[in-house]
């Protein structure tokens, strides 16, 4: 089974731009769709971004769509979250998740999730 690894979380200021990046290992990578979801304290994980298994289609939560944009590269097993004109309400736990074949905005349908890395927007 897939395995996820996220990196590229850190503070910024709003405005700034932060790329997130999740490497996979262990399994199939291009049999996978991959979704990025976060969570704020206190808040329910949300869904930001998902990205089919060839990376030709992509869906964007209507709070980020502009702004970020998810990419994957699957001769290296990575999939990639950039995110620009970042602001406080962004601040969160962002995760990778993965599920077989066909991506989805639900958390509850991914199999294989990663432990995150935090985003912290402030001034």
């Known amino acids: 089974q897939v395995q996820l690894v996220e990196s590229g979380g850190g503070l910024v200021q709003p405005g700034d731009s932060l790329r997130l990046s999740c490497a996979a290992s262990?399994?199939?990578?291009?049999?996978?769709?991959m979704g990025w979801f976060r969570q704020a304290p206190g808040k329910e994980r949300e869904f930001v971004a998902a990205?089919?298994?060839?990376?030709?289609?992509?869906y964007y939560a209507d709070s980020v769509k502009g702004r970020f944009t998810i990419s994957r590269d699957n001769a290296k097993g990575t999939v990639y979250l950039q995110m620009n004109s970042l602001k406080p309400e962004d601040t969160a736990v962002y995760y990778c998740?993965?599920?077989?074949?066909?991506?989805?905005?639900?958390?509850?349908?991914?199999?294989?999730w990663g432990q995150g890395t935090q985003v912290t927007v402030s001034s």
């Open positions: 998740a993965g599920r077989p074949f066909y991506y989805s905005d639900s958390h509850s349908r991914y199999d294989v």
């Open positions: 990205i089919n298994m060839r990376g030709g289609n992509t």
């Open positions: 262990g399994g199939a990578f291009s049999n996978y769709a």
